[in-house]
């Protein structure tokens, strides 16, 4: 899925916590159109279950909140010692707001309205800064994957791979040489109200085989698939 300016985000699975009906549908389409898997809460009490029982690689955190407010969920989440990177956009935009925010453990604030595409940078910064790799890059032989921009190549030839190709590669390369299930792919795939059809993992990595190489995903019999550690 390509964009005009050429940028991609690192296609990952996302909570969004907003309790605005207009608003929450254009973030959620807008993060879906970049190829994330995207669950979507209306209040505090919903958010923090959510947050409970299912794993997640970045929350989209509101504060003023039906039935728990978002500092709460935020605060309740750090001290379950839980290190999911945590966006806040709100309309609160004292310096003390945001300072209370930051300090009960935000990892970045943006104010209401936003532009979509400074939503999307920031995001894109706390997801790269999570996988601890400033400049993204994965190497190994000839192939090299820039997941932040979304540019794939063998040599100097550039690979066109699918948004979903994209969900599990980058999936893979977050954990170099750990081995993830298909349920955990499925996971990076789909939210809570998208259609998983049995076998699309092994399609999308049938397809990265085909065009990035067959030693690059490892079959982990009865276990999962894993990239190698990239070679230095």
Do not use: C
């Amino acid at each position: 899925m390509e964009r005009p300016d050429g940028r991609q985000s690192r296609i990952m699975r996302l909570l969004l916590v907003e309790d605005d009906a207009m608003i929450g549908e254009s973030v959620r389409d807008l993060l879906r159109a970049e190829g994330h898997a995207v669950d979507w809460t209306r209040d505090g009490a919903s958010a923090d279950t959510a947050l409970r029982t299912h794993t997640y690689d970045l929350v989209v955190l509101d504060l003023g909140l039906p039935h728990r407010d978002g500092l709460e969920v935020l605060r309740a989440l750090r001290a379950r010692r839980d290190r999911v990177p945590v966006l806040i956009a709100t309309a609160r935009d004292g310096i003390a707001q945001r300072v209370a925010g930051l300090d009960a453990g935000a990892d970045d604030y943006v104010i209401k309205p936003f532009e979509p595409e400074e939503l999307l940078a920031r995001i894109r910064a706390l997801l790269r800064r999570a996988s601890g790799r400033t400049e993204p890059e994965y190497t190994l032989g000839r192939i090299r994957i820039r997941p932040a921009t979304r540019e794939a190549t063998i040599g100097d030839v550039p690979v066109v791979l699918s948004a979903r190709e994209w969900a599990v590669l980058e999936a893979l390369l977050a954990r170099p040489g750990a081995v993830l299930s298909r349920t955990q792919l499925e996971d990076k795939l789909y939210g809570w109200d998208e259609p998983v059809s049995s076998n699309a993992v092994e399609v999308y990595i049938h397809g990265l085989r085909r065009k990035l190489g067959a030693d690059l995903i490892r079959n982990v019999r009865g276990v999962g698939y894993m990239v190698p550690r990239e070679e230095t």
